[in-house]
């Protein structure tokens, strides 16, 4: 067993103060940067009150990097940057160097070492994702390689600050917990089930609660087993394999790989730029898994990506456009059929029913 | 399966973009390796439920993590650390983080998870104890999981940005030394997650999945540099009119904002910010609720207080943070994020149970639309 090595009063001393992880530029202009600008992809110039400048560098990465990778990353640092660096909202790496010539010089470096610079403007943003099968037990579909693959066929515009009309944010989830915001993105890949769990009684009776597995299900499909109390039976009607169950209780089997896969939506994003924060939609309810190209998948969303880039307005977010043009016009000109999956039968349907007749005619 | 010949792994090597298997097996974690190779050739994960492990003192932040396939990889524990505001890094600190983690653990490290922590992967029960310790000593602290209030993560703001309303870094810091003793000892009904934004833009998505999202905003008019526009080409500004969702502006050479119809939504200013900028009346706009998956599908964070001056110590923030977190904890469900339970139990009713301590009002900000149905209760 661990001893316990600090003292109660040297616990909880939390994270380290930002103060000593700013770089100096940032400390002098702290809260007094005027303007920026993005002076090509992945290097944004920024000018302070004092007239100062700053360079940003911003890289992709692909989320795990190993002890020696960082230290590389950080020699960098320490030779560009004064010895400071930082990762973004997206998960990029950044670095803020002081002059144009350093952060080309940078730049060089961080795509010699494999890191792509970019990132910035109207491109591919980083796509965020989940661990995934690498590292949890939930993953319905593996985010890791779908991101690999995305990332593969849409490598330039992610280096290209003008590639598509406004930004493109895609976001990857293994399961329904959609670890990532992926239910505000652009583009959204989720990890779905499609057949009701598996009960093993034994494992159940030992390990799970059931008044907790049954307060859990959001269908009420879960009740306590006929003959044995100590297990659960599940009403396969009424479930909708979320597998929240699963989250609770091992003992309720989820993963089933033959009917495992993933889901696609689209038009959602979090920012309050003008249509404000919207929900991605549910636009096909099952791709079958294909790693690690994942070729269906990826063709689908570079179907989706090419639609928008050749219909949207400028500054035109994938949701915005998708509003304005209409949700029936989108499935027509994406090629997308139209399940009954996507139109919504929970708790909040109501509202996403077509009132009226002001639709546009196939 | 594979679609080609080559086994996953090499193709998952190959590639523009840096792959994480080569990450992995640079730093020679091969349990990791073929542990996920199986679980591609299989179709479904071999990790299961792994439950905490914690850290005596700590009661959240170390994570179990188990295989059912322990001839390949037993244990891949999760050690998350509480990374630093805005995710600014010194090298030296960084650097050290990395070593000790190589030293004691496989050397592989998430940057970063999806709440915004850093996550050390595999490291042995038995090594804990030690790394810890040496990752104190540069002042890395263990995360959270679990119940509790979860470490928080901030944009840039204005270490870097000129847009933003309020100081994310020094909020961050106030706020997570606040509630550190709630982020490292499960108390709550479910997790509670506050993330913080510099401007409306809301670059950490607060408002799609915290609980408690504090938005950067501002309350007088969006000021122009008349001059500075000038630089900016005619049409470039025409465009930016012409898109403006509201239809505020107006230009013929000089612009003019109609504020009163304005609700900075940051478009104007992100297309012109050499000539636009914030007002100076600034602060933050409070939000409640988000969540992804729940018993009710998801939820966007919806307005709590339009608008609240956020200057040191933040005072008023944190009292209305306090009185949430003390109104879920009596009023949650196990399970139930702060968004479900005010879903459940009415939002205004909760609105009136925490309106005499936080002095918060019901105001039609906080909604898109009144209500068309004709159910309600005169009881209260």
New interface residues.
């Given amino acids: 067993m661990?001893?316990?090595?600090?003292s109660?009063d040297?616990?909880?001393?939390?994270?380290?103060?930002?103060r000593?992880?700013?770089?100096p530029v940032?400390r002098r202009n702290?809260?007094k940067?005027?303007?920026?600008?993005h002076v090509r992809g992945g290097i944004i110039r920024?000018v302070a009150e004092s007239g100062e400048e700053?360079y940003?560098v911003r890289a992709?990465?692909?989320?795990?990097?190993?002890?020696?990778?960082?230290?590389e990353l950080?020699?960098l640092?320490?030779r560009y940057c004064e010895?400071?660096?930082?990762?973004?909202?997206r998960?990029n790496?950044e670095f803020?160097a002081g002059d144009r010539e350093s952060a080309e010089r940078l730049a060089g470096e961080l795509e010699r070492l494999?890191?792509?610079v970019g990132g910035t403007g109207r491109c591919l943003k980083a796509i965020?994702h989940?661990?995934?099968?690498?590292?949890?037990?939930?993953?319905a579909a593996?985010s890791?390689?779908i991101a690999?693959a995305l990332?593969?066929e849409f490598?330039e515009d992610f280096r290209n600050p003008e590639a598509f009309p406004e930004r493109v944010k895609i976001a990857v989830s293994?399961c329904?917990?959609?670890?990532?915001?992926?239910?505000?993105s652009d583009i959204a890949v989720i990890g779905v089930h499609r057949r009701p769990p598996v009960v093993e009684d034994a494992v159940v009776e030992k390990v799970c609660s059931v008044p907790?597995l049954v307060?859990?299900c959001?269908t009420y499909a879960i009740r306590p087993k006929r003959g044995n109390p100590r297990s659960v039976e599940i009403d396969e009607e009424k479930c909708v394999y979320?597998g929240?169950c699963y989250s609770?209780c091992?003992g309720i089997r989820i993963?089933?790989?033959?009917n495992?896969g993933v889901s696609l939506w689209v038009g959602?994003k979090?920012?309050?730029?003008?249509?404000?924060?919207l929900?991605a939609r549910l636009v096909v309810p099952y791709i079958k898994?294909?790693?690690?190209?994942w070729?269906t998948l990826v063709g689908t969303v570079r179907r989706i990506l090419e639609v928008y880039r050749q219909n949207a307005?400028?500054?035109?977010r994938m949701g915005e456009w998708i509003e304005r043009i209409g949700w029936e016009r989108f499935f027509r000109l994406a090629e997308i059929e139209f399940s009954e999956k996507c139109i919504d039968d929970?708790?909040?349907s109501v509202e996403t029913f077509r009132r009226g007749t002001n639709f546009k005619m196939p | 399966m594979s679609e080609g010949g080559d086994s996953v792994i090499e193709e998952l090597e190959r590639g523009k973009w840096p792959s994480y298997i080569r990450e992995w097996k640079r730093a020679g974690y091969t349990g990791m390796v073929e542990i996920y190779r199986r679980a591609l050739e299989d179709g479904r994960t071999h990790f299961v439920h792994g439950g905490m492990i914690g850290y005596p003192g700590y009661d959240s932040g170390i994570v179990g993590r188990l295989t059912d396939l322990p001839e390949v990889l037993e244990s891949s524990h999760l050690f998350r650390i509480y990374e630093p505001a805005g995710w600014f890094y010194r090298a030296s600190e960084l650097r050290r983080l990395a070593e000790i983690w190589k030293k004691h653990a496989s050397g592989v490290i998430n940057f970063h998870g999806a709440q915004g922590d850093m996550q050390l992967v595999g490291i042995p029960r038995e090594n804990i104890q030690k790394a810890f310790e040496e990752l104190a000593e540069i002042h890395f602290d263990i995360g959270s999981s679990g119940a509790t209030v979860r470490t928080l993560s901030c944009c840039s703001g204005p270490a870097i940005c000129e847009l933003a309303c309020a100081d994310t870094l020094d909020m961050f810091q106030t706020i997570a030394m606040h509630f550190i003793e709630d982020t490292h000892r499960p108390r709550f009904p479910y997790k509670f997650k506050i993330k913080i934004s510099g401007c409306p833009n809301d670059c950490v998505a607060a408002t799609a999945r915290a609980d408690f999202a504090i938005v950067g905003n501002f309350r007088d008019g969006i000021r122009v540099d008349q001059e500075a526009l000038g630089e900016y080409p005619a049409e470039r500004v025409e465009e930016v009119v012409r898109s403006c969702p509201t239809g505020c502006m107006e230009y013929d050479g000089e612009l003019r904002i109609r504020m009163q119809d304005c609700t900075r939504c940051m478009h104007c200013i992100n297309r012109l910010p050499k000539a636009l900028s914030p007002g100076e009346d600034r602060g933050a706009t409070l939000l409640i609720g988000a969540r992804s998956r729940g018993r009710y599908g998801a939820f966007l964070a919806w307005v709590l207080v339009p608008f609240i001056k956020a200057e040191p110590p933040y005072r008023e923030i944190i009292d209305i943070i306090e009185a949430v977190l003390e109104w879920w904890d009596e009023k949650g469900n196990p399970k139930e994020r702060v968004g479900e339970t005010i879903y459940r139990v009415g939002y205004p009713k909760f609105l009136a149970d925490i309106g005499e301590k936080t002095g918060i009002k019901p105001s039609p900000e906080m909604i898109q639309k009144p209500r068309a149905n004709p159910f309600w209760s005169y009881r209260r």
């Avoid at chain 1, 040297?10 to 930002?18: A, N, Q, R, S, V």
């Avoid at chain 1, 979090?270 to 924060?277: D, E, L, Y």
């Avoid at chain 1, 898994?289 to 190209?293: A, V």
Wanted: net charge negative.
């Fill in positions: 661990m001893e316990m090595p600090l109660f040297e616990l909880d001393f939390g994270p380290p103060h930002y000593d992880m700013l770089p940032c702290y809260g940067w005027k303007y920026h600008e920024h700053a940003s992709g990465i692909p989320k795990y990097l190993s002890a020696d990778t960082v230290i950080c020699e640092a320490e010895g400071y660096l930082k990762f973004t909202s998960h790496i803020i494999g890191f792509p965020i989940c661990v995934a099968m690498s590292h949890c037990h939930m993953a593996d890791l390689s690999k990332y593969e490598y293994g329904l917990n959609m670890c990532g915001a992926t239910h505000a907790e307060k859990s959001p979320c929240i609770l091992e993963h089933d790989p033959e495992d959602g979090a920012s309050n730029t003008r249509a404000g924060p929900f898994p294909e790693q690690p190209r070729s307005r400028r500054g035109e929970w708790i909040f």
